[in-house]
Nanobody, 117 residues
Framework: QVQLVESGGGLVQPGGSLRVSCVAS????????MNWYRQAPGYQRELVAS???????TYADSVKGRFTISRDNARNTVYLQMSSLKPEDTAVYYC???????????WGQGTQVTVSL
């Protein structure tokens, strides 16, 4: 099973930018479709962005045009570049791996992103 570790979260002012990363180990990243989810206090976890094994990307309407998901299979890493951040983007961001054949899913531990003055 793949293991996922997120990093790069932190405190950023509204309008600012931040990049979070997710490093995979145990299995090649190329076997997985990858997703970023987020969960704010009192809210359900929501899908933010996805990138397929073939680099097809999709985004939630709330982040479209502001967030960019990318992957580097050679580095076993997935990124989420976030710009024009808003206070409502504040959440714990989770990396998720979905195996392309078995659809077994793995999660990272999450990284906190806080958008505030």
């Amino acid at each position: 099973q793949v293991q996922l570790v997120e990093s790069g979260g932190g405190l950023v002012q509204p309008g600012g930018s931040l990049r979070v990363s997710c490093v995979a180990s145990g299995r090649p990243l190329s076997l997985y479709n990858m997703n970023w989810y987020r969960q704010a206090p009192g809210y359900q976890r929501e899908l933010v962005a996805s990138i397929s094994r073939g680099d097809v990307t999709t985004y939630a309407d709330s982040v479209k045009g502001r967030f960019t998901i990318s992957r580097d299979n050679a580095r076993n890493t997935v990124y989420l570049q976030m710009s024009s951040l808003k206070p409502e983007d504040t959440a714990v961001y989770y990396c998720n791996a979905d195996h392309f054949l078995t659809h077994r899913s793995a999660w990272g531990q999450g990284t906190q992103v806080t958008v505030s003055l």
